[in-house]
């Protein structure tokens, strides 16, 4: 589990609208939101760089955040995140906030283990493929994992392991599972790698010689004077 500090200061937002949001960005100043647990949404500001640093720790994701609003301590888990089309910025933060009692629903990432040695790819050449790298739960917050451990090391050539094969946490359920048994879909798969066929090597033309004009007229020639 993480041991970072993600614990974020925050200035309640008066200021709304797109061109305060940009005013805001342009002093390195990041716009957010809170809301959730039926209470009021607020807005905030938060310090751009500190925040697009956690942003970097995967367990930024999937954590309780701690933000601190007017000397208050808010626990929060993110929702959404945008960023910049192609600069390394932050945009706008989205946060819930996290009640004690109140199940979440959050997305948490995979782990996948024992890839390079899993029976399937060691013994039998294969290749694993991702089929989801991330997964929602439902749980309460004392029970929010990091993460999912999803263990290959077993798995064979041509077998997949699906959202029932993991090994799930107490207090956690996956979402997709509560939907029905048809939407127990595939996590992970080991498959045979691809193999490119050469190209075949093309076969050489034979193009009937053609008589140019000239050539033609001389064939001619000789006809008639073998006629004569």
Do not use: W
């Given at each position: 589990?993480?041991?970072?500090?993600?614990?974020?200061?925050?200035?309640?937002?008066?200021?709304?609208?797109?061109?305060?949001?940009?005013?805001?960005?342009?002093?390195?100043?990041?716009?957010?939101?809170l809301?959730?647990?039926?209470?009021?949404?607020?807005?905030?500001?938060?310090?751009?760089?500190?925040?697009?640093?956690?942003?970097?720790?995967?367990?930024?994701?999937?954590?309780?955040?701690?933000?601190?609003?007017?000397?208050?301590?808010?626990?929060?888990i993110?929702k959404?995140?945008?960023?910049?089309?192609?600069?390394?910025?932050?945009?706008?933060?989205?946060?819930?906030?996290?009640?004690?009692?109140?199940?979440?629903?959050?997305?948490?990432?995979?782990?996948?283990?024992?890839?390079?040695?899993?029976?399937?790819?060691?013994?039998?050449?294969?290749?694993?493929?991702?089929?989801?790298?991330?997964?929602?739960?439902?749980?309460?917050?004392?029970?929010?994992?990091?993460?999912?451990?999803?263990?290959?090391?077993?798995?064979?050539?041509?077998?997949?392991?699906?959202?029932?094969?993991?090994?799930?946490?107490?207090?956690?359920?996956?979402?997709?599972?509560t939907?029905?048994?048809?939407?127990?879909?595939?996590?992970?798969?080991?498959?045979?790698?691809?193999?490119?066929?050469?190209?075949?090597?093309?076969?050489?033309?034979?193009?009937?010689?053609?008589?140019?004009?000239?050539e033609?007229e001389?064939?001619?020639?000789?006809?008639?004077?073998?006629?004569?």
């Open positions: 589990m993480s041991t970072i500090d993600f614990t974020i200061q925050a200035e309640l937002r008066q200021d709304k609208g797109k061109g305060a949001s940009r005013r805001l960005r342009r002093a390195e100043k990041l716009p957010a939101i809301y959730g647990a039926n209470k009021e949404a607020v807005s905030l500001t938060l310090d751009h760089n500190k925040v697009n640093n956690m942003a970097d720790f995967e367990a930024f994701y999937s954590h309780i955040l701690t933000l601190v609003i007017d000397g208050k301590k808010h626990q929060a993110l959404d995140i945008q960023r910049h089309p192609y600069k390394p910025k932050l945009t706008h933060l989205d946060f819930q906030r996290v009640e004690k009692g109140q199940k979440l629903h959050t997305h948490v990432p995979l782990h996948f283990l024992n890839e390079t040695t899993a029976k399937g790819v060691k013994d039998e050449g294969g290749v694993v493929v991702h089929h989801v790298n991330d997964v929602e739960i439902t749980c309460l917050p004392k029970d929010l994992p990091e993460y999912l451990e999803v263990d290959v090391a077993n798995l064979e050539l041509g077998q997949n392991l699906h959202l029932t094969d993991l090994q799930l946490p107490k207090g956690v359920e996956l979402v997709e599972l939907k029905g048994e048809d939407h127990d879909q595939a996590v992970v798969s080991i498959v045979a790698p691809r193999v490119e066929k050469e190209p075949e090597p093309e076969a050489e033309e034979v193009s009937a010689e053609v008589p140019t004009t000239k033609s001389e064939d001619e020639d000789e006809d008639k004077q073998d006629k004569e």
